[in-house]
Structure formats: structure tokens, C-alpha cells
């Protein structure tokens, strides 16, 4: 599989959005479990989305109702739109895969280098 590689990240105001992307080439859908992570200075990494291997998706409680995880496949990318963001979504966000099966998941071993969000109040 060639590298994950995320884009779309910056600097917004509270209330603001964000569309986060991911080039995935290689980690086919049914195959592969996708998911957004992020990590906060001093704090450690959290899940924000993941996507199983049969297309179910979960939600960071933190996130649920503000951010929709989605892939499309013909372009082997997958997106984190995020909206109504807060200061405390502020920190680096990565992309990882991991094997699955339906919606089962091995641990993520392969992630992205990660995209700088900062939120304002």
C-alpha cells in the first residue's frame, strides 16, 4: 500500500468546519478497517471515527453529531467532515488502517503523519 497522506487541516473559529482527507490507496474497503485518530499536546491519542471492514462506523462520544467519517472508493480517499468544531477539538489528527474482517479489527499499524487542526474561541 503506498503511505497514508492527510490534508486538510487548519485554523478556524469555534462553530466553524473542517473536511479533513486521506489518501488510502491500497487499503480496499471489506478488507481494511479505517479510522481518524487525534492527539492533543500532552494527551494522549483518542479514536475520534473508525470505519469496520463491512462499512459500520463509530463516533468518539465527544464527536458524535458534529463529525461524519465517509470514503469514497473510486478515489481510494476518505474524508472527516467536521462541523460546529470547539477549541478543545484542537490537536493533530491522523489517519490509520488496520486488517478487519466484517466488524472486527486488528490493531491500526499503519498511519499518516498527521494534520495540525487548531479551533479558536
Known amino acids: 500500500q503506498a503511505p497514508l497522506v492527510e490534508s486538510g487541516g487548519g485554523s478556524v473559529q469555534a462553530g466553524g468546519s473542517l473536511r479533513l482527507s486521506c489518501a488510502a490507496s491500497?487499503?480496499?474497503?471489506?478488507?481494511?478497517?479505517m479510522g481518524w485518530f487525534r492527539q492533543a499536546p500532552g494527551m494522549e491519542r483518542e479514536e475520534v471515527a473508525t470505519?469496520?471492514?463491512?462499512?459500520?462506523?463509530k463516533y468518539a462520544d465527544s464527536v458524535k453529531g458534529r463529525f461524519t467519517f465517509s470514503r469514497d472508493n473510486a478515489k481510494d480517499t476518505l474524508y472527516l467532515q467536521m462541523n460546529s468544531l470547539k477549541p478543545e477539538d484542537t490537536a493533530i489528527y491522523f489517519c490509520?488502517?488496520?486488517?478487519?474482517?466484517?466488524?472486527?479489527?486488528?490493531?491500526?499499524?499503519?498511519w499518516g503523519q498527521g494534520t495540525q487542526v487548531t479551533v479558536s474561541s
Open positions: 491500497g487499503y480496499s474497503a471489506g478488507v481494511y478497517c
Open positions: 490509520a488502517a488496520a486488517r478487519g474482517w466484517t466488524a472486527l479489527c486488528s490493531p491500526y499499524n499503519s
Open positions: 470505519m469496520r471492514a463491512d462499512g459500520t462506523t
